[in-house]
Nanobody, 122 residues
Framework: QVQLVESGGGLVQAGGSLTLACAFS????????MAWFRQAPGKEREFVAF???????NYADSVKGRFTISEDNSKKMVYLQMNSLKPEDTALYYC????????????????WGQGTQVTVSS
């Protein structure tokens, strides 16, 4: 059973930076795609970024050039470095995992963390 725990959220001013972390436990890290999604109040959950077991990455257009997803296989950690944050980045950010597959759709991922709140003030 995969367990995911996010950390690193907080309150930051527009233009600032935050790094989110996701700790993966329960099974081998190999062959998993790891993703970040976010959900703002009153909105649908949306894709942010994913990274695959062979280090392919993909980003939502809204964060491309500002966010970077990375992983540390030895520590079973996934990170989301967020720069040049905007008020519209305010959301609950979720880490998700999918074994042997990857994509931008939430239903591809069968393991989810509880989320970490990111609030960007203007």
């Amino acid at each position: 059973q995969v367990q995911l725990v996010e950390s690193g959220g907080g309150l930051v001013q527009a233009g600032g930076s935050l790094t989110l972390a996701c700790a993966f436990s329960g099974r081998t890290f190999w062959n998993y795609a790891m993703a970040w999604f976010r959900q703002a109040p009153g909105k649908e959950r949306e894709f942010v970024a994913f990274t695959t077991w062979n280090r392919n990455t993909n980003y939502a257009d809204s964060v491309k050039g500002r966010f970077t997803i990375s992983e540390d296989n030895s520590k079973k950690m996934v990170y989301l470095q967020m720069n040049s944050l905007k008020p519209e980045d305010t959301a609950l950010y979720y880490c998700a995992a999918a074994r042997g597959k990857s994509g931008t759709q939430a239903d591809l991922y069968n393991s989810w963390g509880q989320g970490t709140q990111v609030t960007v003030s203007s």
